[in-house]
């Protein structure tokens, strides 16, 4: 996985201050499992204890951690990644489209999951 | 990882990937094509003609808000000369149909569309949370789903209206596909796949515009369009969405997304091979397989327990298998016979077609193959203030699956959780 640094340069800068600050939002029936809140600002270390960036992955780790009162995680999550049906949008792209779970996180990202399994 | 540009005009940042053929779209690009797609279901399968008052049955989800924006856009685009309406049910839940409904109002004035709503309150005199209050959570969907098939006909019936869209989409199909594959359930495989569920018995039609479009397309389309939508579950029905079958399809879909469309062409397929006595002789009408999803809700619970059901005889099928290779072995000989004995023999599981006169309902007028339909039988018992399982005796025959099995699934589903 290759970071765009070069077409994006100020992404490295905020590391300096050791931490990375993403918006999350929950749509389509999530927002039930993250306190009826949409909109979750969350600040993440910009560097991990094995040197990394956090990636898609942490940030879940971190979401069902700190972020979702709800106890049924697995609405959310299923073997570590997201549960098959609830898609995942990276600054509005598809998260296929960006390398999964493996997605680094750059400064001021907007990451959205969307449920497809609810109903109307 | 660097931006993708769109694969159809090799300019914008392409923001999906479609699950079907993998093709990398942007926004602009992707509502194009997803559009012009149900545009070729309608003109390919003829579904209007020209003049057409169409009512779209509206739950103010994903897959009905997209349905009529998308309707509205190709009725001005390509003019169908459709009639377009909103037909909402309302089935009288206090913190979850009341907010959704209000969403459906929004898109009523945002489409320009007239909305009709039809209360259960009105057309039985009882609300779903009366009926829960009576009955208990324990198989109030069955009064739910029998109550909805009649709702979205008699609401059509009261607007003139001879045709009644819904918002299934390739997914929902797929599914159907699955569990009528499972049960070996010929008939209702074969109607569940055409995208119009007509019925001889009945003036007015159903069908599916969206029967081939990704759910996840649908969700997204919604999404880049920025629709407003309401997704909820149930309250009566809360964990609905763990449902196996639709596990089993999004499983599917994320090892290989083409899977879904895989299914319901396989699905199309299986169903040309249905001798047509089979299909004819297919009691009541397709509906009543969609009404019994037709609640996203209901979707997952009621469907993951007939699989749960339908894995458990599938075991026992194979278990009586291999018991029975004696009796099965002189017959093999001569293909027909042993058809007919295997039949015999897993009498539980092999349902035999029967045929069913149509007439109507002597209390209400409605279709029904039985004097006393369904929703009069559930009321008749409501009124008594009976229990359900004298309903359930009542109901006989009629749609096996649908009635007892169904009763039998919410016990179930009662068991374990």
């Known amino acids: 996985m290759t970071t765009d640094t070069e077409i994006n340069p100020e992404s490295a800068r905020p ?50 951690k700190n972020v979702m009162k709800d106890e049924r995680k697995e609405l959310f999550m299923l073997e570590d ?40 | 990882m660097a931006p993708s540009p769109c694969f159809h005009c090799q300019t914008n940042r392409a923001v999906i990937i479609r699950p079907k053929n993998r093709e990398k779209l942007c926004r602009t690009c992707f509502i194009n094509v997803f559009e012009t797609e149900v545009h070729e279901t309608i003109t390919s399968t ?99 789903g029998v109550f909805r098939r009649q709702a979205l006909d008699r609401g059509a019936a009261r607007l003139g209206i001879k045709h009644v869209v819904t918002g299934h989409n390739a997914d929902d199909v797929a599914e159907t596909v699955m569990m009528n594959l ?33 759910e996840k397309e649908i969700v997204l389309y919604a999404h880049h369009k920025q629709l407003d939508y309401f997704s909820t579950e149930c309250i009566y029905s809360p964990e609905a969405f763990r449902g196996s079958a639709r596990t089993l399809i999004k499983d599917l879909e994320k090892i290989r997304p083409s899977s879904i469309l895989d299914i319901v062409k396989s699905g199309e397929d299986m169903a040309e091979l249905v001798p047509a006595e089979i299909k004819g002789k297919a009691c009541a009408r397709a509906a009543d397989d969609e009404s019994t999803g ?31 290779v004696e009796i ?40 029904s193959s039985q004097k006393i339909c369904k929703a009069c039988t559930l009321l008749e018992g409501l009124n008594k203030n009976r229990p359900k399982t004298a309903i359930e005796v009542g109901v006989g025959l009629e749609d096996e699956e649908s009635s007892s099995t169904l009763m039998r699934q919410m016990e179930r589903v009662q068991l374990g959780g």
């Not at chain 2, 003829?46 to 349905?67: H, M, Q």
């Not at chain 2, 010929?186 to 029967?211: E, F, N, Q, Y």
């Open chain 2, 182 to 214: 499972l049960r070996g359930d010929l008939p209702r495989l074969s109607r569940g796949t055409s995208i119009v569920t007509d019925s001889a018995a009945s003036d007015i039609k159903r069908s599916k515009p969206l029967k081939y479009a990704y």
């Open chain 2, 294 to 324: 037709g609640c996203g809700s209901q979707n997952g619970r009621t469907r993951g327990g007939e699989m749960a059901e339908m894995e458990k005889k599938l075991a026992d099928d194979e278990a009586a298998e291999s018991r029975e």
């Open chain 1, 81 to 120: 990644n997201v549960r098959p049906g609830i898609l995942v949008l990276i600054n509005d792209a598809d998260w296929e489209l960006e390398g999964e779970e493996k997605y680094e996180l750059q400064p001021a990202d907007n990451i959205v999951f969307v449920s497809t399994l609810h109903g109307g």
């Open chain 2, 46 to 144: 003829s579904l209007f003609y020209p003049g057409e008052r169409v009512a779209i049955g509206a739950s103010g989800g994903k897959d009905s808000t997209v349905l009529a924006s998308v309707l509205k856009t190709l009725n001005e685009r390509y003019n169908y000369g459709l009639d377009l309406c909103l037909l909402s049910i309302d089935e009288g839940i206090k913190g979850y149909r009341d907010d959704s409904l209000e969403t459906v109002k929004r898109n009523a004035e945002q489409y320009e569309m007239p909305l009709e709503i039809v209360g259960y309150d009105e057309l039985y005199g009882w609300t779903m949370d009366q009926v829960v209050a009576q009955v208990g959570k324990k198989g109030n969907c069955t009064y739910c």
């Open chain 1, 15 to 64: 590391e300096a201050h050791g931490s990375l600050s993403v918006t999350v939002e929950f749509t389509g029936g999530l927002e039930m499992l993250f306190s009826n809140e949409r909109k979750h600002s969350v600040t993440l270390p910009a560097r991990l204890s094995d040197g990394g960036r956090p990636s898609i992955s942490f940030l879940l780790e971190y979401l069902v």
């Open chain 2, 328 to 367: 099965k072995l002189p017959a093999q000989s001569v293909p027909l016979p042993r058809k007919k004995q295997n039949k015999g023999i897993k009498g539980s599981t092999q349902k035999t077609i029967k045929t069913q006169t149509m007439g109507t309902c002597e209390r209400c007028g409605y279709i």
